[in-house]
């Protein structure tokens, strides 16, 4: 069944964003139709799969409309799907900066003791996730050259923020937003009555450029605190932080932010 019309034009509306990202950044039509190639075959496997049936070649090939010798060429027999997970050393980072139980008095992150059994540290790395050793976090964060140690403990030298400074971090989270986004629309669009997933936008275009600096700094402020409740809220029915007897668990609950202010090359006083 071939897309029609008004389906080709929100795909065009979807795609127009990626294709002008990617092109900045000097990647041709041979690399994306291969990327793209892969993925349709990727996907069609799961959707196969989760039907109860084998994925075969003339299967994807007729699901996707990939030609049989690059299925056969891209057709992964050993694939196994995989899930998301969620990025623990960020969340470990956000807790640190955000939770007022590991923060100063004027909000700043507390040098966290590592020495006992029972430290600082650890009861941090609890709060996200219970079934990993502090180490084991601790070894990758400095890695990553997140926190340096002090004669007092463990003191974090970068927010979770910067990582969108970071190309490979950076990239792994736009792709998780987008993945996200669009589960969220296709769910409210095919959902009976109301929406049933938060997807909404702000937006002025007309804002005066000296007032730009405050603007930016309370998105900042007013972004990190509504993360930070979402996360004392959501985190008291997480199994991994409130173990439950009896108590199905598993739900994935996302909530993702961001802002962006387009400044004019030119002035104006329209």
């Known amino acids: 069944m071939q897309a029609d019309e008004k389906s080709i034009h929100n795909l065009s509306k979807v795609l127009r964003p990626i294709a002008r990202y990617w092109l900045r950044r000097g990647v041709t039509l041979k690399s994306m139709v291969e990327v793209l190639k892969q993925l349709l075959v990727e996907e069609a496997q ?7 049936k084998r994925a075969t070649i003339a299967r994807i090939n007729v699901m996707t409309g990939v030609h049989r010798k690059d299925v056969a060429r891209l057709l992964d027999p050993e694939r196994t799907e995989e899930r998301p997970t969620s990025n623990v050393s960020m969340q470990v980072m956000g807790q640190w900066e955000q939770s007022e139980q590991f923060t100063t008095q004027d909000g700043k992150p507390r040098v966290l003791s590592i020495s006992k059994e029972n430290n600082e540290f650890a009861k941090l790395v609890s709060t996200v996730n ?40 950076a990239h792994d989270l736009l792709a998780r937003n987008i993945e996200t986004l669009a ?3 296709q769910e409210n669009i095919e959902s009976p009555g109301e929406a049933v997933n938060l997807h909404i936008r702000t937006e002025y275009d007309n804002v005066f450029k000296e007032d730009v600096p405050k603007i ?55």
């Open 46 to 52: 799961t959707e196969i799969a989760k039907a109860g």
């Open 183 to 185: 589960t969220c629309s």
């Open 130 to 169: 219970s079934t990993l050793k502090p180490g084991t976090i601790l070894f990758e964060l400095e890695r990553l050259g997140a926190v340096e140690r002090t004669p007092r403990g463990v003191r974090l030298v970068s927010d979770y923020q910067s990582y969108s400074k970071d190309s490979s971090r």
């Open 216 to 270: 930016r700094k309370w998105l900042l402020e007013r972004g990190k605190k509504l993360h930070r409740e979402a996360r004392d809220f959501i985190s008291k029915f997480d199994k991994d932080v409130h173990e439950v007897p009896g108590k199905a668990a598993g739900t994935r609950v996302v909530l993702t932010a961001f802002s962006w202010i387009d400044e004019p090359e030119t002035d104006s006083d329209q």
